[in-house]
């Protein structure tokens, strides 16, 4: 357990003692301690909205904290990447359940909601909380301008005038705009749902580039209010009206099949927020995950920590394309006052192909067909000698500049922060010994090549054939000259092993 106490002045969180949730499109950092503390939307190498995880007063944060002090502990639902923190004090207990949603196979073919959820439930006495949603747009960078509204995406079961609507946030930049709604409601039959409201929170003397918003909950037993973040849909607003008792009354049906009519003409990626639907996206997002790590074949040792790891490498496939970034973060130091502080939410051909592996071995071969196609993809636009990039972008491009951010202070000092990677146009000729041991799996396990991929291979080799030799940076990534790094060699030379079995499993077939 930790021991956290909100009075006096927050320092930063060790880098472990966060836990990752993600939606195979990007992910978030979610501290001991109830701090949402990275978040890049809406893709892993987007801009971020929160990184207070590298600099503790301006870098945006979305905290959910008791006033009073309190040990937490920290854990994933059982095979499941939803997060549960737990805080504890003599007051009581509260339990804030965090995830991105996830379609499960069911109803895969709904759109992706793009929504970070908090769930906050006291499930023991009461408790005083203090919630704080502080956006810095841009990595910090970008103004922003915050403005409280009524929330028109609520189903209100009562007789209230639009004025008298619960409001929502929204945050707007020139190119992002997010909102936060919530949604009270109880679990006991004789407890009132909570009444919450919103307000205004200035953080600029920290740095902060705009308004933040704050709320101040006195929860107790059975109450729950489930927050939701998320990038509203662009365009017309659908002019449904929105449902209320009266209107149910009016056109003789109940309030809940007026809801359920709504929710139906109303554009997919906007439905009505209502409790419903909050308990189906959790429930089908743990179903999602559940039903993932049971198509593991693994049977061995320390089945629960390789499952554990199984679904962390899961967290970092970036589904459009099939990438597999290195790390969804960026700029976490080697050791703490260091300067290598690199940005790796880049997709690697070395990592990814170790990552591949690891996933094939457990029986995750649709991973690594995807991922594969992404590499046959790569091997199409093959640099003009005939080589490959040491790695690409998440959206397969070969470009990924490197950028230090002076103003922000890196995590616990460690400067400076860096987005980007300079390292993309490294020569690190290690890297197709690893891919073609992928590739060998891949195809023996997963798809067969087709003719086409095999010529490509094939010239791949040559190259290698004729580059042996070489000097290069190596898996160190040094950045002064290039020399023979026994690693490589190593590397190179296994390269026509895995080639040679690729050909004749491909001859049997």
């Not at 195979?24 to 893709?43: F, H, K």
């Not at 390292?423 to 891949?442: F, N, P, R, T, V």
Request: hydrophobic content about 35%.
């Amino acid at each position: 357990m930790n021991l956290c106490n909100p009075n006096q002045s927050r320092e930063y969180i060790p880098i472990s003692d966060h836990a990752l949730i993600g939606n195979l499109r990007t992910a978030a950092l979610v501290s001991v301690d109830g701090s949402i503390e990275s978040y890049c939307v809406p893709n892993f190498d987007s801009p971020s909205v929160f990184a207070r995880i590298l600099d503790k007063d301006k870098g945006g944060h979305f905290s959910v904290s008791p006033k009073i002090p309190f040990t937490t502990k920290q854990n994933y639902l059982p095979s499941s990447n939803v997060v549960q923190t737990k805080f504890l004090n003599e007051e009581g207990v509260v339990s804030v359940t965090d995830f991105l949603p996830r379609n499960p196979t069911a109803t895969a073919q709904k759109p992706l909601l793009h929504w970070l959820i908090r769930r906050v439930e006291v499930v023991r006495g009461k408790q005083s909380l203090r919630i704080e949603c502080a956006p810095a747009f841009n990595y910090a960078l970008a103004e922003h301008r915050t403005s409280l509204v009524p929330d028109e995406s609520i189903a209100t079961n009562g007789e209230e005038s639009p004025s008298q609507r619960q409001n929502k946030a929204i945050f707007e930049s020139d190119d992002l705009t997010l909102d936060l709604r919530f949604i009270s409601e109880s679990v006991i039959d004789n407890v009132p749902a909570p009444s919450i409201q919103l307000q205004e929170l200035d953080l600029t003397p920290q740095g902060h580039k705009g308004l933040s918003i704050s709320a101040d909950l006195d929860l107790v037993e059975g109450q729950v209010v489930t927050f939701v973040l998320r990038t509203p849909p662009k365009g017309k607003k659908d002019q449904i009206p929105t449902p209320t008792d009266s209107r149910a009354q009016q056109l003789g049906v109940s309030f809940d099949q007026l809801v359920r009519g709504a929710t139906i003409l109303r554009n997919k990626e906007d439905p009505l927020l209502t409790k419903t639907l909050l308990h189906d996206l959790l429930t089908g997002t743990n179903d999602y995950w559940n039903a993932w790590i049971r198509r593991s074949t693994y049977d061995g040792s320390w089945k629960e920590a390789v499952h554990r790891s199984a679904l962390a490498l899961k967290l970092l496939i970036f589904e459009p394309t099939g990438a597999v970034v290195a790390s969804p973060t960026f700029s976490l130091p080697e050791f703490i006052g260091g300067t290598r502080n690199w940005d790796y939410r880049a997709s690697w051909i070395r990592d990814a192909s170790f990552t591949l592996y690891a996933l094939i071995r457990l029986g995750f071969t649709h991973e690594a067909d995807s991922y594969l196609e992404f590499i046959y993809d790569r091997l199409k636009d093959r640099n003009p000698d005939g080589s490959l990039q040491i790695m690409y972008t998440i959206h397969g491009e070969k470009l990924f500049p490197e950028v230090e951010l002076t103003h922000l202070d890196g995590h616990k000092g460690s400067k400076p922060v860096r987005i980007g990677n300079g390292a993309i146009d490294h020569i690190q000729l290690d890297i197709y010994g690893e891919l073609m041991d992928c590739i060998y799996l891949g195809q023996k396990f997963g798809k067969p090549l087709s003719y086409d991929i095999w010529v490509s291979v094939r010239e791949l080799v040559d190259f290698v054939v004729a580059h042996y030799n070489d000097p290069d940076l190596s898996i160190w990534e040094v950045r002064n000259k290039k020399r023979h790094f026994t690693y490589s060699k190593i590397m190179m030379w296994y390269v026509p092993s895995p080639c040679r079995q690729t050909a004749s499993s491909l001859a049997a077939h």
